[in-house]
Structure formats: C-alpha cells, structure tokens
C-alpha cells in the first residue's frame, strides 16, 4: 500500500471510529428506531446500550486501564545516557485546524507542549548533539504552514538557536517521521539517539524507527496519561474518560495497521529490539 493511501485509510478509519461520534451515532440510530413499529425492539437495544456504555465510560477510567499497558511498555527516562548523538521530537504538538482558521499556534490538548518543553530542556543539555523536529501537516489537504514551520518560530521567540536544529517538514505520519528523518540524518551505524515523544505512543514510535534503521533509539517517553497502577474512584467525567478511550483505540488500531503493514518491528515493540 502507498504512503498515500495508508494515510487516507488512516483518516477515514478515525472518522468512523472515533468513540464519541460513534456513541452518538448509536444514540441518534436508537432513537430514531424508537419511532417505528417494525424495528422498536432493536431501537430498545441500540438505546439501552448505549446508555449503559456512556455510564460505563463516565464513571470508569476505561481509558486509562487501556492506555496503562501501553504506556508502562517503556520505562520512564531516568537517566540519560551521557554520550548522545542526537535528539529527535516527533510532532503532532500543533493543531493544525486551529492554524488554519486562525493563523495563532495552539496544541492539540490545549495547554503547553511537553515534547517540545522536554526538546529544549535536552538540547540545551546536550548542545553538541545533532538536535531533529520531525512534523509536516497532518492534513488530508495541505494548510498554509507545516508543523516545522510554526515550530521553528515558536523556538526563536523562545530564543533557542533554531539553525542548529534540523527541521523535517514534509511527514504526516509516524512512519514518514522515521522514514524521512532518517532519510534527511542518515545516522551513522553506533550512534545514539533520543527519541522524544508521548509514552502511549512510544512503542510504535520506537517500533517504527527501528524498522527503517534507526538501531540504536533510545526510548524518552513523556506527557503520561495514566499512573503506575489506575486505582478506581467513582467520578462521574464522560468528556475526560471518552478522551482516554479514543487515545486507546488509536493507539492499538495503529499498532495492528502498522504491523501488519510492515511498518514496526513487532506488534507490540519493546525497550528489547527483536534478534
């Protein structure tokens, strides 16, 4: 399959599968089945489930008990080793939509970057290494600037030294992130590099640079979602808790897409590479 139509598939399945508009859709469905005769049963079970499925996702962390295997898959960044060679930042720290209607940087959370806070602190602790943001437009269509672009003016009026950052600006993807970083490096065989980015999505990340020959990646997962262990606390939160079920669901879907494409190096990559 081509870059392109894997990134098309890719857009079309979250379009469909995103857990809230499919909750809504099984709403709207139910309801509208209520109102016949020959399908009012069906209509009763499309309703009741989907009214038991959103008190099930507001009141239990869902979520987070599916990001938590994920997420402990690589431990967090305790040490750092002290010879680095180089320090890569994926992005998707910009949302694009906003961009575009606006033209003011915003993150896609809504609050500050901690991929791009953790880049700075590390190149400004590591300023002999070589120092790679990788993140073009996540766009079916392309925008006016690429996530590069507004990246880089972000750091200069933080006053980081911007020519001494490699700026790839043309991946819409994890895999185009590798592929055409390692493409732009070309790292040399024994090199160490930091790979920075968040911990549900680092086994994939990592599982994707080793494929297209990054060998010696060292995982640096940040911006956790979960805790160690998720103790249950009744809470009644559907926004925060269907958030944490989407972050899953695209999560282990991207994992199974790229494994089965040939894209990571396992299904579930591990701190331990394959032999």
């Not at 994890?174 to 999505?201: D, M, V």
């Amino acid at each position: 399959m081509s870059a392109d139509s894997f990134f098309s598939l890719s857009k079309l399945f979250w379009f469909f599968a995103e857990p809230s508009s499919l909750l809504l859709f099984a709403w709207l469905l139910g309801s509208a089945l209520l109102w016949t005769r020959r399908w009012l049963g069906l209509g009763r079970i499309v309703v009741t489930t989907a009214a038991l499925f959103t008190f099930a996702a507001g009141l239990l962390p869902l979520g987070q008990w599916l990001l938590q295997p994920i997420e402990n898959r690589f431990p967090a960044s305790t040490a750092v080793p002290t010879q680095i060679d180089g320090i890569i930042v994926l992005g998707g720290v910009i949302d694009d939509y906003v961009i575009g209607k606006r033209g003011i940087p915003r993150s896609p959370s809504g609050a500050g970057s901690p991929r791009l806070d953790t880049f700075i602190d590390l190149v400004r602790r590591y300023p002999m290494a070589r120092h790679v943001f990788t993140g073009g437009s996540t766009e079916l269509y392309e925008g006016r600037d690429t996530e590069a672009d507004i990246v880089r003016r972000i750091f200069a009026r933080l006053g980081v030294d911007t020519t001494q950052i490699v700026f790839e600006d043309r991946s819409r993807n994890t895999y185009e992130n590798a592929t055409f970083s390692y493409a732009l490096i070309k790292p040399r065989p024994g090199e160490r590099w930091l790979l920075i980015t968040s911990a549900r999505h680092m086994p994939r990340a990592v599982g994707t640079f080793r494929n297209v020959g990054w060998k010696n990646i060292i995982a640096y997962p940040i911006d956790y979602a979960t805790e160690t262990t998720t103790v249950f606390e009744p809470e009644f939160g559907l926004g925060s808790n269907l958030h944490y079920v989407a972050e899953a669901i695209r999560e282990y879907a991207g994992l199974l897409a790229y494994y089965y494409s040939g894209r990571t190096d396992a299904l579930f990559p591990s701190p331990i590479p394959p032999s």
